[in-house]
């Protein structure tokens, strides 16, 4: 079994009266390690999808597997630890809390558990430097520019080192330069051996990836590997040999 | 950084919404303690007033006579007594069951005597007990220092043509007028006020009194009990209860009490609703903040207890500062009530604290569940 399996995925929004479904049978398997870039029109589903994959909200159709999981068995607490520990989400709008300073932030999803404040300090100092941001840890979202301000909320994304980034168009509010940056960190981590699924508006960034899915009106349009794969294996998934 | 300092950062970064936020406990406590502050000060107000209207409780000889009064005391002879009091009944009095209820229990003795040629009316009373058994005379010149003093009533300092200073003969003895006391209305403007001991000398009797009046502690006032009690250890004694005073003083503290808790309620009830208002609000305002936590796994529990210690924090501090200002303004404005001199009230204090608190973390109920049951992507996507 692959790491993730969407299987005839359905997604409608609002009960009676008006609804709107977002996603119309979404099948689709990926293993562990891979880098999907999906693309789409506004509105084709790839925001709902993504929400899915971690674990904000569940499907009205279909199943979703992570990991041997299967997302529907579990109960609310056990969903909000699932996306604790599995998943990291990155947001096109950053959502850092205002209030709180660069390493402050990073702490956030440390705040429930257990374990020293110096142990999470400098972990999150750590993760900070990794990304490039050593000596901004006091400074506040409003005193980072916007690259700044996603590389904070990657590092947050990264606290509990899990297995799969999601990102939603987390270069949509950067310039391309800022917004290369961003995805070169994507690469980087790719290359540690993490699973990411990136949404993103701009056709030019899906060389980045091993993996394309376009997205069509809630269905699968199109679904490809990028890099060279042994036959056989198109469509399913697997995981790459690249190791930087 | 954990979920206390998390909410700790929040509000000390967020300030002027956590000052919004606590200004109807504020406000409510503050009201709360300078109320109750007031009130409890004129209960204490009200019952000094009250007791100086006198003794609760009467205890005269029981007497074939009609009852024993200030002015129609018959005196000398003309009274058939069961049982003679003396000295030794205040013992008595103070030894019964609910003695430690027992404010004052003072012997008069009463005499008609000689005063400088006019036949006047003496009222003996240990000086010591003077002035708490009638905190309300007014004396123009000096109490009574010792057994030779004496304060004359307003008339028969008129009838005797004397002021301080002059002197009374009696019985062979000169007494001289320590002072005069102001009218009062009362039979004793026209008594001649000594020491009890000189009284005693003057009619010739060792150790007699003509009547005891006691004053009861009275909080809960179980005068009637009181009554029998002493009744049943002087079985030669009338005790009667001056009902009019205790009852009168009862209601009246009572009605500022509940005075007082009414309008307390009222405030405590709209300080309540605005801390859910407030917290409300904020929990609608913070949605993509609560959707953000959840998403990076915060359980619900979590969420709630962020909020309950945002409130928490809140409530105290408004709180403490509400009962420092209430009983600041309780002290301010204690003229207004007629208290002379405005005290701390500390369990006013406390109690409006801890009430601030509970309140702050009552009001955050609601919106604390609701927040909890925020959808995570609704939360995300309310950009
Ligand atoms: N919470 C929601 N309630 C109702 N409709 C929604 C909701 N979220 C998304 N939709 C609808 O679902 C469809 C897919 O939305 P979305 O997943 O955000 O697409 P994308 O991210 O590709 O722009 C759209 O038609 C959108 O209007
Ligand atoms: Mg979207």
New interface residues.
Partial sequence: MSFITLEELEMTYGSNGTSATALRGVSVAIARGEYAVITGESGAGK?TLL?IL?G??LPTGGRITIDGVDLSTLR??AL??F???TIG?V?Q?Y?L?P??TAR?NV???????KGS?AG??ARADALLASVGLAGKEERLPSQLSGGECQRVAIA??L??DPPILLADEPTGNLDSGTGDQILDLFARLHGQGKTILVVTHNRANVERGTRSIHLRDGRVDEDRFLAARPAGQAGRGIPPERRT | ???R??AR??LL??KSRAVFTGLGIFLGIGTFVAISSITMQMEGAVRDKLDRYGANILVTPRTEQLSLGFGDIALGGTQVSHGRLTAADEQAIRSIPLGERIRLAVPWFLSAADASGKNLVWMGVRPVDLAESRPWWKVDGAEIGGKDDVILGFEAAAALDKGPGGTLESGGRTFRVAGILKPTGEKEDGMVIADIAAVRELAGVKDGVTFFEVAALCRECPIEDIVREIGAKMPGAKVSAIRSVVESRKAAVDQFRRLGLGVSAIVLGIGGLMVFVTIMGNVQERT??IG???????????IRSLLFWETGWIALAASAAGALAGAGAAIAASPLFGIARGAVEWRAMALGTVLGVSLGLLGTIPPARRAAAL???EA??S?
């Fill in positions: 925001s929400c971690g904000l909200q609310a607490d909000a630890d996306r604790g520990k989400f947001f709008a959502h809390l209030y709180l402050e702490m956030v999803p440390m705040a429930p558990e404040a999470k300090w947050r994304a606290v509990h | 950084m954990n979920i300092t998390l950062k929040n970064r967020r993509r903040e953000i936590l959840r998403a990076v796994g915060f359980r619900r529990r979590a959808s995570p992507t995300i996507r950009l």
